[in-house]
Nanobody, 126 residues
Framework: EVQLVQSGGGLVQAGGSLNLSCGVSGFTSEDYAIGWFRQAPGMEREGLLCISRNGDSTYHTDSVKGRFSISSDNAKNTVYLQMNGLKPDDTAKYYC???????????????????WGQGTHVTVSS
């Protein structure tokens, strides 16, 4: 059974930082990518950035460039989302997703991902 288990998140003041992690288990191939998404109430799930197993990362949302970064520890099958300079607009539920057989660039859209973490809330107070 493929599982993505997330940790991190919580409440932070504007300007603060949080680190989310996504641990992957049960996926037998090494050909996959992990993407981070967020979904605010009443909004569509938005792709933020993603990383392939070879370490290539792609940003999908300009609003997080320069503030969010993604990294991976392949030995631990874990991907991290470091969020700095958090703003109230970053408040959402954050999800990691697994994209099977990614192309040259890992995917932006929700439909490209086959498995999801349980989600974790991030609340940024002003």
């Amino acid at each position: 059974e493929v599982q993505l288990v997330q940790s991190g998140g919580g409440l932070v003041q504007a300007g603060g930082s949080l680190n989310l992690s996504c641990g992957v288990s049960g996926f037998t191939s090494e050909d996959y990518a992990i993407g981070w998404f967020r979904q605010a109430p009443g909004m569509e799930r938005e792709g933020l950035l993603c990383i392939s197993r070879n370490g290539d990362s792609t940003y999908h949302t300009d609003s997080v460039k320069g503030r969010f970064s993604i990294s991976s520890d392949n030995a631990k099958n874990t991907v991290y989302l470091q969020m700095n300079g958090l703003k109230p607009d970053d408040t959402a539920k954050y999800y990691c997703g697994l994209e099977r057989v990614p192309g040259k660039r890992c995917g932006r859209w929700r439909v490209m991902y086959s498995f999801w973490g349980q989600g974790t809330h991030v609340t940024v107070s002003s």
